[in-house]
């Protein structure tokens, strides 16, 4: 996708990629999470966060993670149509484009933030810092519950967001227990299919880098840390080494069963009952885009995927038929124009 690349200019291979999607999840020709690509590094992947290392860059303006998340993702986003069409019924549009340089939330430009927490460990106050981003579930409900299938679990353990067919419905970032996805309005497919009535631009998040890891690249956040505080490999010698330093520390590993497990561990010298509770930046409300971070969160929709699916389904078969009728009428129309220049 080209750098300036105006919204509603979006290909017509993006309305057949998206009609081609739903009519694939309503008829259960498709399982979620799907594995739509294909990375070259083999195996499931798992990333790990090391409280004990990471500083927050306190030597610098802002995080390197943060500062080189913002260089590799924000060319991605493209520039909103102006004016951004009010959806209804909520007449909310969330436009950021204006504000890129926020950094103390997550937003569809800062897709990693870092939490600070002022806490004693070991009989000393310390600050320790806490990267935030996308934990990429291993059976996120963020996929499952997207009626155009454009979230999906690839194999390596990333969840992908597909800009192309997200109609920015925001029922991934519900069902997320860190609110983790974030709009920006005024871009995307919708604009194409009903502006005012159905979706309200794309949603973002981290998506682990796979287009790096598909060239077989670490995520830009991890390449750039100075501390080494993040890494990524192989999910069992990731799960292996978090261990390891957690017992060193005597310490508390994060993301291994949070929401039914994810492909994100967090390692802290201290409780994450007790770091949850001195965040900051944090709001009691985190759609705010400043995540919690509430140990043994259970997974939402846990035993209610199919019901979710089927309820879901209901629009997307409308949007379809109305796609597919409008598609034969336009080769109809094709059809009696070429009959009329033949004669």
């Given at each position: 996708m080209q750098h300036d690349q105006q919204a509603g200019a979006l290909s017509r291979r993006g309305l057949f990629k998206v009609s081609a999607a739903l009519l694939a999840g309503v008829t259960?020709?498709?399982?979620?999470?799907?594995?739509?690509?294909?990375?070259?590094?083999?195996?499931?992947?798992?990333?790990?966060?090391?409280?004990?290392?990471?500083?927050?860059?306190?030597?610098?303006?802002?995080?390197?993670?943060?500062?080189?998340?913002k260089q590799e993702k924000n060319h991605t986003v493209p520039k909103p149509v102006d004016p951004i069409p009010s959806p209804f019924p909520t007449n909310i549009i969330e436009d950021w484009s204006k504000k890129q340089e926020v950094a103390n939330r997550l937003t569809p430009y800062?897709?990693?933030?870092?939490?600070?927490?002022?806490?004693?460990?070991?009989g000393q106050e310390k600050n320790l810092s806490i990267p935030r981003r996308c934990m990429h579930c291993d059976n996120p409900a963020c996929a499952t519950i997207c009626p155009f299938s454009a979230n999906t679990k690839d194999k390596n353990g990333a969840v992908v967001i597909d800009q192309e067919l997200c109609f920015g419905?925001?029922?991934?970032k519900t069902v997320c227990p860190w609110q983790i996805p974030q709009r920006q309005s005024g871009v995307g497919i919708y604009l194409k299919v009903a502006k005012e009535l159905m979706g309200n631009g794309v949603m973002y998040k981290c998506?682990?880098?796979?287009?790096?890891?598909?060239a077989g690249k670490t995520p830009a956040c991890i390449d750039a840390c100075p501390k080494k505080a993040m890494l990524i490999g192989p999910r069992e010698q990731i799960h292996a080494e978090a261990e390891k330093r957690a017992a060193a520390l005597g310490?508390?590993?994060?993301?291994?069963q949070e929401n039914g497990g994810?492909?994100?561990?967090?390692?802290?010298?201290?409780?994450?009952?007790?770091?949850?509770?001195?965040?900051?930046?944090a709001s009691p409300d985190p759609k705010k885009g400043q995540p919690l971070l509430k140990p043994d969160v259970k997974r939402k929709m846990a035993?209610?995927?199919?019901?979710?699916?089927?309820?879901?389904?209901?629009?997307?078969?409308?949007?379809?038929?109305?796609?597919?009728?409008?598609?034969?009428?336009?080769?109809?129309?094709?059809?009696?124009?070429?009959?009329?220049?033949?004669?």
């Open positions: 259960g020709l498709a399982t979620l999470p799907k594995q739509l690509l294909a990375a070259p590094l083999e195996g499931k992947l798992a990333t790990l966060i090391d409280l004990s290392l990471c500083d927050g860059c306190a030597d610098r303006p802002q995080p390197a993670c943060v500062t080189s998340c800062n897709r990693i933030m870092v939490q600070k927490a002022q806490i004693m460990v070991n419905g925001a029922k991934c998506d682990l880098c796979i287009d790096r890891l598909k310490g508390h590993i994060f993301g291994k994810t492909s994100t561990l967090y390692v802290s010298p201290v409780p994450f009952r007790e770091l949850e509770q001195k965040l900051t930046p035993e209610s995927d199919g019901l979710g699916k089927a309820v879901l389904a209901a629009p997307a078969i409308g949007l379809v038929a109305g796609l597919v009728g409008a598609l034969g009428k336009l080769s109809q129309r094709r059809a009696e124009h070429a009959g009329k220049e033949s004669r």
